[in-house]
């Protein structure tokens, strides 16, 4: 063997390490580019075992035959592909998530065609809760942020008064993995609040 053959050698086996750290650029489907399978919404159902797909499907259809077409495939353990045909329709299923099967929690996020799935934190939902308990002269916005912090990151409250009762409707992205709080004492050792973690998926119109 020549020298230079062996400089080449040594010159390939040196880029192999290189090779491992270069960028590589995709290109996009020229054929998706209309949008012709509508646009993909994740759906996670939040659960230590999976139920039927069948018994799922049949739960969010009954749920969303009223809406429009939706069309759910699996995509892994506990984890669906939503395709809609709209932004509308697309919107009113992620702003109102959590939905309920079969008594389960199903969260919904939006799926970008840039990513895939490995990349979207399945580990976290959004969801509505109540806080019952709090003293009247006290629902406001300030205080249901301070409560909404202690489960999650806040995105909204709604304070709801009715003559001298009311409680805080707060809105919170929490981490599944971890259990939620039932209740948080106030100050006073006779009182504290109440977390009504039932599926509230939607606020009063």
Wanted: hydrophobic share 40%; net charge positive; charged share 25%.
């Amino acid at each position: 063997m020549d020298s230079s053959s062996s400089a080449r050698d040594e010159i390939l086996f040196e880029d192999n390490g290189i090779i491992e750290a270069k960028t590589v650029c995709f290109e996009d489907n020229t054929e998706s580019a209309d949008f012709k399978d509508g646009i993909s919404l994740l759906g996670i159902l939040i659960a230590d075992e999976e139920p039927g797909l069948g018994g799922v499907k049949a739960a969010l259809m009954g749920m969303w035959k009223a809406l429009g077409q939706i069309r759910i495939v699996r995509v892994k353990m506990n984890t669906y592909c939503l395709s809609v045909g709209s932004e509308k329709l697309a919107r009113k299923l992620l702003n109102d998530s959590l939905w309920s099967v079969k008594g389960l929690c199903f969260t919904i996020k939006h799926w970008p065609r840039y990513q895939s799935i490995d990349e979207i934190i399945m580990h976290r939902a959004t969801y509505w809760i109540q806080g019952h308990g709090v003293p009247w002269n006290q629902i406001n916005k300030s205080n249901g942020r301070k409560l909404g912090c202690i489960l999650g990151s806040v995105m909204e409250v709604d304070p709801v008064v009715t003559g001298n009762r009311g409680y805080l409707r707060i809105r919170v992205n929490f981490d599944t993995r971890n259990p939620l709080a039932t209740f948080i004492q106030l100050p006073r050792p006779e009182m504290g609040v109440k977390y009504d973690h039932r599926l509230i998926a939607k606020p009063p119109q």
